[in-house]
């Protein structure tokens, strides 16, 4: 596609829930990245992919959260056991290279909300 | 560990005058990059303007620049002729080039809100 796409855009789910929420990169970008961002604050940073694998989880909170992207282009991020603290904005980003070079091209997120 | 700080919650701007946001950084790095973000409430992050640590002059992008003091470790953002379209959150960012696994993830600030008085 065009640009980064997530679905869904919006979703609502009761505490102690499963969640997935996906995120389709731009076509060819081997780079991809999700953050979250709760309300009122800057997004942070929760796994790195690079291709099928994932160079760097070390933002994921806890083992409740977990990430895949088995074919190296739509990631699915899971969220076991949700809980109201987990409401937020999640964000996807891909990028060309992965270095430092490589644009970030973000999608426009999908907003949880753990009632 | 890299943090970014972003004193201004919001600011406000009467249209066609020009505005400056403010960024502090701390890093022990001499190589990196910085950037600003805007993100309108479609939510979507849109890149406004990048720099590089270790080029001296301020980056510029049309409407759009930046005063890079890299000793006081200051990024700040001024938009001029401000436009009714620059309303938006405004986020700035750091981004690593140094360590082998450099994933070149973004650490982001808290964001300035950016109001634009007709």
């Known amino acids: 596609g065009a640009g980064v796409s997530q679905t869904p855009s919006n979703k609502v789910t009761e505490k102690g829930k499963y969640v997935e929420l996906r995120c389709d990169p731009i076509?060819?970008?081997?780079?991809l990245y999700w953050y979250r961002q709760s309300l009122g604050q800057g997004p942070e940073f929760l796994i790195y992919?690079?291709?099928?694998?994932?160079?760097?989880d070390s933002g994921l909170p806890n083992d409740r959260f977990f990430a895949v992207r088995p074919e190296g282009s739509v990631s699915t991020l899971k969220i076991q056991r949700t809980e109201r603290g987990d409401s937020a904005v999640y964000l996807c980003?891909?990028?060309?290279?992965?270095?430092?070079?490589?644009?970030?091209?973000f999608g426009e997120g999908s907003r949880l909300t753990v009632l | 560990a890299q943090t970014v700080t972003q004193s201004q919650p919001e600011m406000s701007v009467q249209e066609a005058e020009t505005v400056t946001l403010s960024c502090t950084y701390d890093t022990s790095e001499s190589d990196y990059y910085l950037f600003w973000y805007k993100q309108p409430p479609s939510r979507q992050m849109i890149l406004v303007i990048r720099q590089e640590a270790y080029k001296q002059q301020n980056a510029t992008e049309n409407r759009f620049s930046v005063n890079f003091q890299k000793a006081a470790k200051s990024f700040s953002l001024k938009i001029s002729d401000s436009q009714l379209g620059d309303a938006a959150m405004y986020f700035c960012a750091y981004r690593s080039v140094r360590g082998s696994g450099n994933t070149g993830k973004l650490i982001f600030g808290q964001g300035t809100t950016l109001q634009v008085k007709p």
């Open positions: 076509s060819g970008h081997t780079a």
């Open positions: 980003a891909s990028s060309s290279t992965g270095g430092v070079i490589g644009e970030l091209f």
């Open positions: 992919f690079q291709g099928t694998g994932a160079a760097d």
